[in-house]
């Protein structure tokens, strides 16, 4: 199951270099690839506004 980004990302940019696939791109939102996500939760880990969570 992968991990989605809520409307509450802050475009922050911290989760970017986390996730070790690449499956996070850049917007206004970020969005995470759930076909490359691997659920590894990194990304989850260092967001600062907890705007990323399992789908």
Do not use: F, L, Q
Not at 18 to 32: F, L
Not at 39 to 53: L, N, Q, R, T, Y
Request: with cysteine; glycine share 6%.
């Amino acid at each position: 199951m992968a991990y989605v980004i809520s409307d509450d990302c802050t475009a922050c940019g911290t989760c970017i270099d986390e996730c070790p696939v690449e499956a996070i791109s850049e917007g206004d939102i970020y969005k995470i690839d759930p076909d490359v996500c691997t659920d590894c939760g990194a990304c989850a880990d260092v967001c600062p506004v907890e705007a990323i969570s399992p789908a």
